[in-house]
């Protein structure tokens, strides 16, 4: 079973970064594609980006493109997501997600707070 812990969020003002990370335990992350979701209050959880298991492929939701960046090092067990020039609509929980084709995991998330 594969657990994933989230860190890094926080408050930040409008046109600020943060670096999201999901270190990941109890399985091989490598067997796992990955992605980071994110839920506003009152609306439904959305997903912002994933990553394929090895790495090569990546996809993005419209709103973020070009903004943020999903990475991941299998070596350290642990999923990133570079967010950059953020704005306020993107205040929400980020999920981490872990899943194979049998398999889906989630995270407890992390509160990004985008506001000056």
């Known amino acids: 079973q594969l657990q994933l812990v989230e860190s890094g969020g926080g408050l930040v003002q409008p046109g600020g970064s943060l670096r999201l990370s999901c270190a990941t335990s109890?399985?091989?992350?490598?067997?796992?594609?990955t992605g980071w979701f994110r839920q506003a209050p009152g609306k439904e959880r959305e997903a912002v980006a994933c990553?394929?298991?090895?790495?090569?492929?990546?996809n993005y939701a419209d709103s973020v493109k070009g903004r943020f960046t999903i990475s991941r090092d299998n070596a350290k067990n642990t999923v990133y997501l570079q967010m950059n020039s953020l704005r306020p609509e993107d205040t929400a929980v980020y999920y981490c997600?872990?899943?194979?084709?049998?398999?889906?995991?989630w995270g407890q998330g992390t509160q990004v707070t985008v506001s000056s």
């Open positions: 997600n872990g899943k194979t084709r049998v398999n889906d995991y």
């Open positions: 109890g399985s091989t992350l490598e067997d796992y594609a």
């Open positions: 990553i394929s298991s090895s790495g090569r492929s990546t």
